[in-house]
């Protein structure tokens, strides 16, 4: 999530330029990319970094000047396609798609967008989070979206948004957390994010009543109108013993790729088609001591995470990654891996 300043990026086309550093929401993942020179068809190169390493990029302008595309390498024949729409910015939105073959068909993967990194106000690096009057932030709980501009009142920083019936924002900065105050003549709520959901254009964290101090869910903030957030699910706080509900989605990531799949359950397991490097099912085991989520691909392969409560973070869980050829081998370790619960 970053502070646009007077130098951030708020026309179109946006201006490229060597050693920018673009941060990019996309797949449930936030991706960095770093623009480098110019290649010889024109297009911007990127080294693009990804929770699954680095790749290659490019930055490509269509010939009207009305789609900017991101693309990175996923493997030696696939890639992402982050195709952002014509816009004001500084907050650029688009479609996100996966090639399995460079000449194959697109598969949508839901929308993307990318903002410029100014210096100097990354709160991945920089924390608690800058706050400062005059900034309009947007959030989302279970209970609606508000939107609200930042007042400095006496050392106390608030928002207040006028509706029917009134709602007061409120908002603290700590070393702990990032936490919005929403208060409505029906509800108390509090949305609390902490540092490891301000990585990207969108804050996630978890809701809470104020009162009950009982967890509602997700939530998500963003610096910026209410847009940026539509469609955007929030990682669910990590618990022990796992607790999924129907329509949940999960995020597995192991050395092999990413897969993301909304679960249901069925005889005894969750269940949901994976959408990913390779296609096929993921099925999410819950025993006493351990979680097993497996993607069961198509052409026999099995890619698969298990966990324990010795995993839990802020977002996810850690654990270790299995592979198997061909669903009959023994999997073995294949380094580490995370899953990650959205609602």
């Known amino acids: 999530m970053l502070l646009p300043t007077a130098t951030a990026q708020s026309s179109w086309p946006p201006a490229l330029q060597t050693g920018q550093v ?26 693009v970094s990804t929770p699954r390493g680095a790749s290659k990029g490019w930055f490509i302008l269509n010939s009207a000047k009305t789609v900017l595309s991101l ?31 460079r000449d194959g068909p697109a598969e949508a993967r839901g929308t993307c967008t990318a903002q410029l990194r100014v210096a100097g106000v ?59 105050m929403i208060v409505s ?17 969108v804050l996630t964290g ?23 957030l539509a469609g955007v699910r929030a990682a669910v706080r990590p618990v022990w013993p796992v607790a999924p509900q129907t329509g949940d989605q999960w995020t597995i990531t192991t050395p092999h790729g990413t897969w993301t799949s909304t679960v249901r359950p069925s005889e005894g397991i969750w269940m949901g088609r994976a959408a990913g490097p390779a296609a096929g099912d993921v099925g999410i085991q819950i025993g006493k001591t351990t979680v097993v989520a497996g ?16 995993g839990i973070g802020p977002a996810s869980f850690t ?21 990650t619960q959205h609602r």
């Not at 673009?22 to 960095?32: I, N």
């Not at 104020?210 to 847009?227: I, K, Q, R, Y």
């Not at 654990?319 to 899953?339: F, M, V």
């Open 22 to 47: 673009w941060t990019v929401s996309a797949a449930g993942e936030t991706w960095t990319a770093t623009a480098g020179a110019v290649d010889a068809d024109g297009d911007r190169e990127l080294q």
């Open 71 to 101: 693309l990175t390498l996923q493997g030696p024949d696939s890639y992402w396609a982050c195709r952002l729409d014509q816009g004001s910015g500084p907050l650029y939105k688009g479609s996100l798609s996966f090639y399995a073959k």
């Open 122 to 180: 990354n709160p991945s690096s920089r924390w608690p989070y800058p706050l400062a009057a005059g900034q309009v932030w947007s959030v989302r709980t279970p209970s609606g979206t508000v939107t609200a501009t930042l007042e400095n009142n006496a050392g106390n920083w608030s928002g207040v948004v006028s509706r029917t019936p009134p709602v007061v924002m409120g908002v603290t900065a700590q070393t702990e957390d990032l936490s919005f």
């Open 185 to 201: 003549s029906t509800s108390e709520q509090v949305c609390v994010i902490e540092q490891g959901g301000a990585g990207g254009a």
């Open 206 to 228: 978890t809701a809470y009543d104020m009162n009950s101090e009982v967890a509602l869910g997700g939530c998500s903030a963003t610096l910026g109108p209410a847009a940026a």
């Open 295 to 310: 993607v069961f691909a198509d052409d026999g392969r099995v890619f698969a995470c298990r966990v324990d409560q010795l």
């Open 319 to 339: 654990g270790t990654a299995l592979y198997s050829p061909n669903g009959t081998a023994t999997p073995t370790e294949a380094g580490t891996c995370t899953i």
